[in-house]
């Protein structure tokens, strides 16, 4: 018996599904691929550590301000980063795939372009929360040129940075800047994904 919509017999229908959630399954990485990006990590904090001991014997004037920087930073880490790992957590669950790839993917156009803009305009925070951010949007589909776009907007291109600016130097001043800012950012967007596409996205989502 033939399923009139699409001609497929209603078995390999459920095949077709069911591949389908066998691909999704194997986009995941396993212990292994776990394991070795785990060691990777160890092992470029180990030469790093390494080569502050280093710098900090041969220049032992710069250790306090080195331990008082470290610390700085380290007590800022402290304070976003759980509250990132939550809004990450809620991303990963409840925007889909799907969603990413039609506001954000290949064939959203100049609305994916300019969403990315919207996006990375809006929040105040430091630019080392969006890289985690970055990643779950390339993981779920979206395209290259509007990851590049977000992170280039959150660094730069700042709504309550632009008032503040606008008040120092004036009108004609951030319009100009901003205005560079972004033929620039998309530039460089478009460029990076014409040398190579990361994460899931294709031309043809």
């Not at 990963?92 to 039609?102: L, M, Y």
Request: proline share 5%; aromatic share 10%; charged share 20%.
């Amino acid at each position: 018996m033939m399923d009139n919509r699409n001609g497929m017999k209603p078995g390999e229908k459920g095949m077709q599904e069911s591949s389908g959630q066998k691909g999704q399954k194997g986009q995941m990485m396993n212990p292994g691929q776990m394991k070795q990006k785990s060691r990777k990590s160890f092992l470029l904090l180990g030469v790093v550590l390494i080569a502050a001991v280093v710098l900090l014997v041969l220049y032992p004037e710069n250790r306090e301000p080195t331990y008082k920087a470290s610390r700085s930073f380290f007590i800022e880490l402290i304070q976003i980063l759980p509250g990132v790992m939550v809004l990450m957590g809620l991303f990963s669950v409840w925007v889909k795939n799907e969603t990413v790839i039609k506001y954000l993917g290949h064939r959203s156009g100049i609305s994916g372009i300019a969403l990315a803009f919207f996006l990375g305009m809006i929040p105040t925070g430091p630019l080392y929360v969006a890289f985690p951010l970055a990643a779950s949007l390339l993981k779920k589909g979206a395209r290259t040129a509007n990851v590049v776009i977000f992170l280039s907007a959150w660094a730069c291109i700042k709504l309550p940075q632009e008032l503040v600016e606008m008040r120092f130097l004036g009108l004609k001043f951030m319009a100009l800047r901003l205005g560079l800012t972004i033929v620039l950012v998309l530039f460089m967007g478009l460029f990076i994904e014409k040398i190579g596409r990361f994460g899931k996205a294709a031309p043809e989502d």
